[in-house]
């Protein structure tokens, strides 16, 4: 089984999901992500100038959305701020389980999440114990709906403590849950001082999903400072990352599962795809 390349479902500005779909399609992809979600309704999406998905919505819709262009929906996004104090306008565990919900119901096997950067004071004085706590307490009810519904939850490389192999470990350890896994993200890991072939080492096991990201050397003087990027305009390849090896990493482990670009612009993504799939993938 070769690995599977998807693209990111943000790629046309202002524009709404099924835009974003239709682009996917014409680039010649078969697998995307549901990148952006919310609760409730969106004024964007009623003016058709966001691609974001309510986490309300009927789940169908979205699986009709994605079949109807031929594209299989790898994985919903959750982005949450687990560090930050739980309140209703903050995307978290409310949220997490909503996005559990939706990908149950419709055949999609991975939720992507991650612990962000914290806002407020009371985020930035958490010691790294309490980071972690704070992390796992917010995942908790999660990751036991998740286990019930037979979906699991993906930690991306998204902020301090997801980026260090060693406070992985720690969030794994202190979850202890079998629905826990990994969505390895080579920008985001690399740009916060990660080093990807060695979570690939550590993790092997539980890397379930990649989001594909190159940076170029403009970026070497935020390594470690940095957590975190949407989005790159460098075609994989054609920056610092060492993507190749990346890629023969994961191969040589057994991965053969599903990947997204997180790319911008239509060249970048296109070379991008060809980039891997000159690799061997699909």
Same mark, same amino acid.
């Given at each position: 089984? $070769? /690995?599977? !390349?998807?693209?990111?479902?943000?790629?046309?500005?202002?524009? =709404?999901?099924?835009?974003?779909?239709?682009?996917?399609?014409?680039?010649?992809?078969?697998?995307?992500?549901?990148?952006?979600?919310?609760?409730?309704?969106?004024?964007?999406?009623?003016?058709?100038?966001?691609?974001?998905?309510?986490?309300?919505?009927?789940?169908?819709?979205?699986?009709?959305?994605?079949e109807d262009r031929g594209i299989t929906m790898t994985s919903v996004c959750a982005h949450a701020n687990l560090l930050d104090p739980a309140a209703p306008w903050r995307y978290g565990t409310s949220q997490i389980m909503k996005a559990i919900k939706i990908a149950a $119901? /419709?055949? !999609?096997?991975?939720?992507?999440?991650?612990?962000?950067?914290? =806002?407020?004071?009371?985020?930035?004085?958490?010691s790294d114990s309490e980071a972690i706590f704070s992390i796992a307490e917010k995942l908790n009810e999660p990751l036991r709906m998740a286990t019930d519904y037979g979906v699991k939850i993906l930690i991306e490389p998204h902020g301090r403590y997801s980026d260090s192999v060693l406070h992985l470990e720690k969030i794994f350890d202190r979850c202890n849950s079998d629905a826990l896994g990994v969505n390895l993200d080579t920008g985001n890991l690399w740009l916060g001082g990660g080093e990807p072939l060695e979570m690939i080492d550590k993790f092997s096991d539980k890397?379930?999903?990649?989001?594909?990201?190159?940076?170029?050397?403009?970026?070497?003087?935020?390594?470690?400072?940095v957590f975190g990027c949407g989005m790159s305009l460098t075609t994989l390849g054609q920056g610092v990352i060492g993507i190749e090896e990346v890629y023969n990493k994961l191969a040589a482990v057994g991965f053969d599962g599903y990947t997204t670009l997180e790319i911008a612009g239509k060249e970048a993504v296109k070379g991008s795809y060809k980039f891997l799939k000159d690799l061997g993938a699909e």
């Open positions: 089984m $070769a /690995i599977k !390349v998807g693209c990111f479902a943000l790629i046309n500005p202002f524009s =709404t999901l099924d835009v974003q779909l239709d682009t996917i399609k014409e680039w010649g992809f078969k697998y995307a992500d549901l990148t952006d979600s919310s609760d409730g309704a969106c004024l964007g999406n009623e003016y058709g100038f966001t691609a974001l998905a309510s986490l309300d919505a009927n789940p169908f819709d979205l699986k009709r959305m994605f $119901a /419709i055949g !999609v096997k991975h939720i992507v999440t991650s612990e962000g950067d914290p =806002t407020t004071e009371f985020g930035h004085s958490l890397i379930e999903h990649v989001h594909w990201k190159d940076l170029s050397e403009e970026f070497l003087e935020q390594r470690g400072k």
